[in-house]
């Protein structure tokens, strides 16, 4: 008999390449929005998805610089288990009338944290992303603060990506809205003889706690990349609307299905 939340599954179970949740997250997160063409996120939302009917071509691109763990906090006390780096890419879409956050993109540099991806729907891939970050003593870092300066960028294949800057000007009551839904995501495994998808589910999930410093926001700068085998610069920057910092807590414990798109509806 095996065991394990995920892949490799053995007899102790330990092989596996992540635990069963409920998964804890500290991190800091660099967010940039802006806006558009509304055809170019309509593009990125398959069937039963639609346009957010208001502001339909917001996105958000935000970097997190995470720690992560099971509720064993095991892997706190093996660092390599624990930090890893994300970007990704946030838009906003609507089923029977509910506004979601969805992430349409999205590069990590952990395999553990593509596994994860793999439960949630997110669609990852690998990447290598760096973000300035912060410090009390500001001898090397910017001091949250107004007048902080905070630089990201985005690479994936030997690619770059995405470049921003983002300079805090004062606090601010939230940390932008595109990513401020319960995320909407589709779960999806090819079917083996090529047939379409032998599972397909469109979910619903979100933090089952959540704890956030003080949101900062600011002046922001962003520019895309060209790269052959990615998408990202097609969501080209007509309006920048704002940037914004924040440290936060969360913790993610499963979701719903919204429905079962290969089979009779779950609703």
Same mark, same amino acid.
């Given at each position: 008999m095996t065991q394990g939340f995920?892949?490799?599954?053995?007899?102790?179970?330990?092989?596996?390449l992540i635990p069963s949740p409920p998964w804890y997250y500290s991190g800091d997160l660099l967010t940039v929005e802006y806006r558009t063409d509304p055809a170019r996120v309509a593009d990125l939302l398959p069937a039963p998805l639609e346009l957010a009917p208001e502001d339909p071509g917001a996105v958000a691109l935000i970097w997190a610089d995470w720690q992560s763990c099971s509720r064993s906090r095991a892997e706190l006390l093996d660092p390599v288990r624990s930090q890893y780096k994300e970007a990704f890419v946030v838009v906003r879409c609507s089923y029977r009338g509910?506004? &979601?956050?969805?992430?349409?993109?999205?590069?990590?540099?952990?395999?553990?944290? $593509?596994?994860? #991806?793999m439960h949630q729907g997110y669609p990852?891939?690998?990447?290598?992303m760096w973000q300035t970050r912060p410090h009390p003593f500001a001898h090397a870092a910017p001091s949250i603060g107004p007048d902080a300066v905070f630089g990201?960028?985005?690479?994936?294949?030997?690619?770059?990506?995405a470049e921003a800057v983002v300079t805090l000007r004062e606090p601010s009551?939230?940390?932008?809205?595109?990513?401020?839904?319960?995320?909407?995501h589709h779960r999806? &495994?090819?079917?083996?003889?090529?047939?379409?998808?032998?599972?397909?589910?469109? $979910?619903?999930? #979100?933090s089952s706690e959540f704890e956030a410093g003080q949101a900062w926001r600011g002046d922001a700068e962003l520019r895309l990349f060209e790269?052959?085998?990615?998408?990202?610069?097609?969501l080209e920057v007509d309006e920048i609307i704002?940037?914004?910092?924040?440290?936060?807590?969360?913790?993610w414990n499963g979701g719903r299905s919204l429905a079962t798109l290969n089979g009779p509806s779950t609703l």
């Open positions: 995920f892949y490799p599954r053995t007899a102790s179970g330990d092989a596996s509910v506004t &979601y956050s969805r992430c349409v993109f999205i590069w990590v540099d952990k395999d553990f944290a $593509i596994a994860r #991806g990852k891939k690998l990447g290598s990201a960028t985005l690479a994936a294949s030997d690619r770059r990506l009551e939230h940390n932008g809205f595109v990513n401020a839904h319960k995320m909407a999806v &495994y090819p079917s083996m003889d090529g047939g379409g998808d032998a599972f397909a589910e469109l $979910i619903e999930s #979100g790269a052959p085998t990615e998408e990202l610069a097609r704002g940037g914004y910092f924040r440290q936060v807590g969360v913790v």
